[in-house]
Nanobody, 120 residues
Framework: QIQLVESGGGLVQAGGSLRLSCRVS????????MGWHRQAPGKQRELVAT???????YYADSMRDRFTISRDDAWNTVHLQMNNLKPEDTAVYYC??????????????WGQGTQVIVSS
């Protein structure tokens, strides 16, 4: 059973930093794209950043200069370094990945989310 477990969320003051991590486990698989999304109260889930297995990154415009996504394939882990956080970054952050398993094929998987609260 594939599991994505996020960590690193919490409460931080505006201007501060947090580093989110997400580890994928559950058998033998090959991960293609990994990414982070977020959902603020009363809003739709939105894309934050993605990183391919080749290291190509994509960021939403409002986060491009403040957030950095990276991955460690040896540990099946993706990180999101968030700097200069703003109150509008308050949201539940979800890790997701697109991975392949023998007999299953390629599917998207999601973590359960980690809360980030930025106080003004």
């Amino acid at each position: 059973q594939i599991q994505l477990v996020e960590s690193g969320g919490g409460l931080v003051q505006a201007g501060g930093s947090l580093r989110l991590s997400c580890r994928v486990s559950g058998g033998t698989f090959s991960i293609a794209t990994m990414g982070w999304h977020r959902q603020a109260p009363g809003k739709q889930r939105e894309l934050v950043a993605t990183i391919t297995d080749g290291g190509t990154t994509y960021y939403a415009d409002s986060m491009r200069d403040r957030f950095t996504i990276s991955r460690d394939d040896a540990w099946n882990t993706v990180h999101l370094q968030m700097n200069n956080l703003k109150p509008e970054d308050t949201a539940v952050y979800y890790c997701n990945c697109n991975l392949w398993r023998s007999g299953i094929g390629t599917k998207d998987y999601w973590g359960q989310g980690t809360q980030v609260i930025v106080s003004s």
